[in-house]
Structure formats: C-alpha cells, structure tokens
C-alpha cells in the first residue's frame, strides 16, 4: 500500500476563485425580495393572508388581502405596485385534476421545496469545473459520435442496438457505445496527444440501480506518452478541484462516512487479496488452487460455487470483502489485475496487466488502463472476447474495425480512464441515489 497528498495547482485555485467571484455576481445581480417590482413563478401554497411563489431565486411570501387568492400551482405574475400593494395575473393555469405525477420533474420540485434547483445548479458549476480543469491542463476536448459500429467490447456489458434506414430500403447496424474508448483512440492515432470528452453512453441489461443508469455521462481522457501514474493524480485532482469549486470543501461525507480528499491511496489487488488469505497469482497459475482458497475464505462449501467460475469467485470476493470498505477515509486506488481482466491494457508484468480502479466511499468511481497499442495483440483479444460472448448467447457486437484500423496507423504509448461523472456528483452533494442529480429520470431505480 502507498499513501500519498494531493494539492491544487495556483492555476487551479485562480479558477476557483475566479469561478466563485462569478458566481457571487449572479446572486447579486438576481433581483431581492426587498425591491422587486415583478415576481414571476409557480404558486406552491396558499394560505389564509396570503401565498408562496418559487422560482429559480427561490421561495418568496406575500401577503395579500383582497379576497381572491391565486390558486394553488398556477403560474403568475405578481406585480409591487408604487403604494406597495400587489396585484397578479394569472400566466398559465394548472388543469391536471388528481393525476399521476410521479417521476415527472414537477413533483421532484415540489416534494424537496426547491433543493433541486440548487443540486441543477450545482451540476451546470460542476460540468463546467470538469472542462475549466482539463483546458487549465492543455487538453483538447473531443465529440466522438454516438451512433458507431462497435460498442465496445465487453465480456458481460450489454448494449443498446440500432440501425439506419436508407431511401432504397436497405439498413446499416448500429450501436450506442458503452464508452467513447475507440474513437478517442482512433484521435489519439491521429497525433492529439492530450485530449477528453463528456460523452453519453448507454448500457442496458440491469444497469438500473442506486449508482447505475442504462444511460449516463461518462468523462474520459488519454495522454499520449504518459504512465497511468499520472491519470491516476489527475482523477484525485480533479476530485478535490471539484468539491472545492462547488462545495469549498476538502473533505467529502457520504452516506455517513467522511473521507479526506487531499489524500489517496494505491494497492495493488494482489495486496488486497492476501489480506483475505488468497494468493492471486494462482488465479493465472493454479485456477484450483485459487477457487479452494476464495472458498475457505469465504467460509463456502463445494456445493455453494457449483457453476461458479474462477472470475464468479473473484468477483465474489471483491463484492464481499474488498469494495465495500474502499475509500472511506480517502480517494483509493487499486491497480494491476489479473491479465485476463485487462483485455484494452498493456502487462505490467507476466500475471498482471496495467489496470486501475478508483473508489471513493465505497463507491468505484474510475476505471483506468495503461494503454494496449499493439494492433494484432489487441484483435485477438477481441476475437477471444467475442467467441466468449457468443459460447454464453450474448448480443453479437459489431467488431470494431475501424478502431483496429486506427491502431495499425499507430497508437502512441497512452494511458487513459473512464469516469462516472453523476455518480461522482452524487457523492460531492450527498445524495442517496444517483437519480437525484437528475431533474429528469427515465429511470426509477
């Protein structure tokens, strides 16, 4: 285990202030409830001297006295008259009767008294911090198409699939990507050797639950010529840029745990595992031996893995043991996997393969790659993947020959992650479901 600190750059502190000195001006320039002269929002309550209208700025009361209140939900206008009265007008009516609102974002509004709003605020300040923080670095940010021929390739991700239709009838395959990987790679081929992208990405088959939607914005970024050390600082950096931007704090507590941000940590899985009594060079090695251990350290009978594969048990293992108390007291990083877990990345030495892992609060946040960019290495494992997928009636996959293509061009030595950005967002704000960054949810979970 290594244990490290982590500080802003003066760069990054300028932004932060910069950022919140803007901010300040909007507060400020936003009309008070003291002078305002037109006042314009939706009626949340009415009550016998008066009634409560919300809008972005916030919840205001007035009092009223003639004898007809607005109704209850409307939108209006109320208008401060010279002498102080006020008057209002009727903008758009509220006509539901009694329906059923939920998910929809006027219930979301109405049931939390406007803290959305100011977690949608929050989000637009985050989005915005993530670009501030990778132009303040030189990278060059990228939008890579959302209809390509090749999702990714994933022993167990599941995709969205769709098609084009021409004018003479015919159709070409489609898929919506699990990750902007290869067509950032294929920008990285191209000679971009600092680059990053917010992209949607889509992945279907049980990805609905508290830290997961089937559809969801996925940062990633690549440095050519970098190790993955280096993605690994930027991650912690860019986590505690972050949550001093938005929330100017250090620290981050979630789900009733705090955890320091301006320090991380890095094991390698082979660390973690031998603190549960499993030597995991038997699973490359010896797969017997490694299922016997997993099984004794998890107190399991023979019959209990029957159909469990050694990858079903060292998941197991990682899910039970492992993850769950990951990040609790700072960012944590665990690195090197099994080769055969590490189809995109390049050996760290003959058993494990240069894969990382970010966790913060129990939560994984990051994964990360030193970069595979031998071409006919990298076909074949896809080949492999594909055949593995197709022995188990997976969705077939287009193969990615353009990204293959790209890499026979010739990929630079990289390192690159992907980032969860709302599930980050969640834990910076405290939320208990990713959901709830969300005005809009497609998704109950």
Excluded at 12 to 33: H, M, N, P
Excluded at 280 to 304: A, P, T
């Amino acid at each position: 285990m290594v244990s490290n600190s982590i500080s802003l750059t003066a760069s990054q502190q300028r932004q932060i202030k910069l950022e919140q000195e803007l901010q300040q001006d909007f507060q400020e320039s936003s009309s008070s409830k003291e002078d305002l002269s037109i006042f314009r929002g939706r009626c949340i309550a009415v009550t016998d001297n008066g009634f409560y209208l919300a809008n972005i700025n916030g919840i205001t009361f007035f009092s009223y006295t003639e004898e007809e209140l607005p109704p209850e939900n409307a939108w209006i206008t109320v208008t401060r008259l010279d002498n102080g009265k006020i008057t209002y007008k009727i903008d758009t009516p509220f006509l539901a009767d009694g329906s059923d609102f939920r998910g929809s974002a006027f219930q979301r509004l109405q049931n939390n008294d406007l803290r959305m709003v100011k977690l949608l605020r929050d989000r637009a300040l985050f989005f915005r911090g993530v670009r501030n923080f990778f132009d303040g670095l030189g990278f060059q940010e990228l939008h890579t198409p959302t209809l390509v021929e090749s999702p990714g390739i994933e022993k167990y991700l599941e995709v969205f699939s769709t098609q084009y239709q021409n004018f003479d009838g015919t159709h070409q395959p489609f898929f919506l990507p699990t990750s902007p990987e290869f067509s950032l790679k294929e920008a990285l081929s191209s000679g971009l050797p600092k680059i990053y992208e917010i992209a949607k990405c889509f992945r279907n088959a049980g990805e609905c639950s508290q830290t997961h939607r089937p559809e969801f914005f996925m940062l990633e970024w690549y440095r050519a010529y970098e190790d993955y050390s280096v993605i690994m600082k930027d991650c912690v950096q860019l986590v505690l840029y972050l949550a001093g931007l938005i929330y100017g704090k250090t620290n981050v507590t979630f789900r009733g745990n705090t955890a320091n941000l301006q320090e991380y940590k890095c094991f390698t899985v082979k660390e973690l595992f031998a603190k549960e009594k499993i030597e995991l060079d038997y699973y490359s090695q010896d797969s017997e031996r490694f299922k016997k251990q997993v099984r004794e350290s998890l107190s399991l009978s023979e019959s209990d893995c029957t159909g469990l594969t050694k990858e079903d048990l060292f998941f197991k293992v990682m899910l039970d043991k492992i993850e769950p108390f990951l990040g609790m007291d700072c960012p944590t990083f665990i690195h090197e996997y099994p080769l055969e877990m590490t189809p995109l990345s390049e050996k760290s030495s003959p058993l494990y393969g240069k894969r990382f892992e970010l966790y913060l609060c129990g939560v994984e946040l990051a994964n990360g790659y030193g970069e595979l960019v031998d071409a006919l290495e990298q076909e074949r494992r896809f080949v492999q993947i594909l055949e593995e997928r197709k022995a188990v009636k997976a969705l077939p996959l287009g193969f990615p020959l353009r990204f293959i293509k790209a890499m026979k061009i010739g990929m630079p030595p990289s390192s690159g992650v992907a980032l969860g950005l709302e599930r980050l967002l969640m834990i910076l704000a405290g939320t208990e479901n990713l959901g709830d960054t969300l005005l809009i949810d497609s998704f109950s979970c």
